[in-house]
C-alpha cells in the first residue's frame, strides 16, 4: 500500500507528527509546498495535515495547496486527515483547519477514513467535529502534548 502524508507547518510541529504517523503507516513525507497533483493522486491512502492559525483557517502554504488539492482527482480515495491545534488559547476554531481540509476532500468523491472521539478535549466550537466525531486525528501540542504519542499510536492502527 502505497501512503503519502502531506503536511503543512509554521513551527514544525504538524511537520514532526507527520514524521511520527509516516513511521507508522510506511508512509512518504510531503510538504504541502513541494506537492503536485501527481502526489495527491498516486497513493493508495492519502493523509493530510495541517495546523489551524488565524482564528480558523488553514496553515499558511495549504491557502495556496487547497487550489492543488480541489485539482486532483480523489474519485473513491481513501483519505486521512490530522490536524493540530490549541484547544485552550482557541476553543471556538479549535482544530477548525481540519474541516477546511474534509470539506474539500468530500466535495471531490474522497472516502474519508479515521474518525476520531472528542473525548479527552475541551472547547467550545469546532469545525472539526461533524456528527459528534472529529473527522480525524486531533492532536494539541501545546496542552496535551504528552497524549500525542498514543493518540497516533491509536489512530494510525484504527486506520490500518
Ligand atoms: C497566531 C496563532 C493563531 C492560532 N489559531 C489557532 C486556531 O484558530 N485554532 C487552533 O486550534 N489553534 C490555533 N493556533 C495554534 C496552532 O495551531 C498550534 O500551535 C499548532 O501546534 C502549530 O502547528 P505548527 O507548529 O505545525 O505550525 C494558533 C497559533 C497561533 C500562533
Redesign the pocket.
Known amino acids: 500500500m502505497t501512503v503519502h502524508i502531506i503536511y503543512?507547518?509554521?513551527?514544525?510541529?504538524?511537520?514532526a507528527?507527520a514524521g511520527k504517523i509516516a513511521a507508522k503507516l510506511d508512509g512518504k513525507v510531503i510538504n504541502i509546498s513541494d506537492a503536485t497533483t501527481a502526489d495527491f493522486e498516486g497513493c493508495d491512502l492519502l493523509v493530510l495535515g495541517s495546523?489551524?492559525?488565524?482564528?480558523?483557517?488553514l496553515?499558511a502554504d495549504w491557502e495556496t495547496g487547497i487550489d492543488l488539492l480541489a485539482e486532483a482527482d480523489l474519485t473513491g480515495k481513501k483519505v486521512a486527515l490530522f490536524g493540530?491545534?490549541?484547544?485552550s488559547?482557541?476553543p471556538d476554531?479549535?482544530?477548525?483547519?481540519l474541516g477546511a481540509l474534509y470539506d474539500v476532500v468530500v466535495e471531490k468523491g474522497a472516502e474519508v477514513v479515521g474518525f476520531t472521539n472528542t473525548k479527552g478535549y475541551e472547547f467550545e466550537v469546532?469545525t472539526a467535529v461533524r456528527d459528534g466525531q472529529f473527522v480525524g486525528l486531533v492532536?494539541?501540542?501545546?496542552n496535551q502534548a504528552g497524549k500525542s504519542e498514543k493518540r497516533i499510536a491509536s489512530w494510525t492502527s484504527q486506520i490500518l
Request: no cysteine; charged share 25%.
Open positions: 503543512g507547518s509554521d513551527s514544525g510541529r504538524t511537520k507528527a495546523p489551524t492559525y488565524g482564528g480558523g483557517d496553515q493540530l491545534g490549541d484547544q488559547n482557541y476554531s479549535f482544530a477548525d483547519a469546532s492532536l494539541d501540542q501545546d
